[in-house]
């Protein structure tokens, strides 16, 4: 007899998450939309992860990693094992609301273009105030992807209904269509990135196949990284460096003058700070680990649009950077000419 095949695949990838992961299994188990499969990939989980996902009713395949094989390999591996018409990505720290599933797919059959679907995503900061975590994703012309919305407590400037740079990975769909039409032979996800990123790089390659990026404001989720995330070296590291990937990869700084001046002054701010800072030399050896990993440059384009905002836009930290990198150059050749 042949297995019934879900409309929705929900794959989690966890990674010493028991202080969260039963909570978002059981709101992955009220949803009112019911036609899905739960997979949970532990990638070799050292608390009670294990433990307290195996109790649940609601989980419908476990996959054991004996060691950590990261982000991207995880979701890899459970889109080829357990293909449907939606892959939903969900983080072990996620809590959706019981109609998040519902109002996404509703959404996906109105919008044939819809590569990734995602909703609105509240967490709880420092203060325990409710704020947005993230709407979306944006870039900024010195290509810095940032959440859009993130620490507003004004809800209702992020009522309507949009298009986005791209989606963060956290609680999205994404269409079997997107899926086939973007994978590589390694797959959806580019594994070279391990963790952090990998989202970002595919929010590009859906957006050169011509999909769209839909945030839905109606479908409501709480991430609670708010409470558990730790902004270490690791992490930093990990997140500079796929950044110099992704740029190497796509090279986005060469398909605008104001992405590549704001792009290569920040380079230049980091390189005249390395000396004193110790989050310079850290991105100067991030960008150095980079430069190691073998890779072939993508070769489609994204449409002009792309680069402009609502999808791009002027950060004011790399304003400020710019402003401060051409005064100390400036500085610098005074003094040559004083000295010389």
């Not at 944006?138 to 810095?144: A, D, F, N, P, W």
């Not at 391990?194 to 404001?217: I, K, T």
């Amino acid at each position: 007899m042949e297995r019934h095949v879900r409309k929705v695949t929900i794959g989690i990838v966890v990674y010493n998450h028991g202080d969260t992961i039963g909570q978002t299994v059981k709101s992955v188990a009220r949803q009112s939309f019911s036609d899905f499969l739960l997979v949970l990939w532990d990638n070799g989980s050292s608390d009670r992860s294990r433990e307290i996902v195996q109790r649940e009713p609601a989980v419908g395949e476990f996959i054991f990693s004996e060691r950590n094989v990261g982000f991207s390999s995880a979701h890899n591996e459970m889109i080829r094992r357990f293909p449907s018409k939606y892959y939903f990505c969900l983080n072990p720290d996620v809590i959706l609301h019981e109609n998040y599933l519902q109002i996404l797919l509703e959404k996906a059959e109105r919008i044939p273009s819809a590569g990734s679907l995602s909703g609105r995503l509240y967490r709880f900061n420092s203060a325990n105030e409710k704020v947005i975590d993230t709407v979306g994703h944006r870039m900024s012309y010195g290509l810095r992807v940032s959440n859009v919305g993130s620490e507003s407590k004004d809800f209702c400037a992020w009522s309507e209904e949009g298009e986005r740079f791209g989606l963060c990975a956290a609680a999205t769909i994404y269409t079997r269509r997107a899926i086939e039409t973007v994978s590589t032979g390694d797959g959806f996800f580019d594994e070279r990135y391990f963790a952090y990123w990998e989202d970002v790089d595919l929010d590009w390659r859906l957006h050169c196949e011509g999909f769209r990026a839909v945030y839905v404001p109606e479908a409501l989720a709480y991430h609670l990284r708010g409470t558990r995330a730790r902004r270490d070296d690791s992490v930093s590291y990990l997140g500079e460096r796929n950044r110099y990937l992704f740029v190497r990869k796509y090279r986005p700084q060469f398909l605008s003058l104001k992405i590549f001046w704001f792009y290569y002054t920040g380079e230049v701010y980091l390189l005249l700070k390395c000396v004193l800072s110790s989050e310079a030399r850290r991105s100067l050896r991030a960008k150095l680990d980079a430069a190691k990993i073998e890779i072939r440059p993508y070769e489609k384009r994204p449409s002009p649009a792309f680069l402009r905002p609502p999808y791009f836009h002027l950060s004011s930290r790399e304003v400020r950077r710019a402003a401060e990198t051409l005064a100390g150059l400036s500085a610098l050749i005074a003094a040559l000419l004083i000295f010389l």
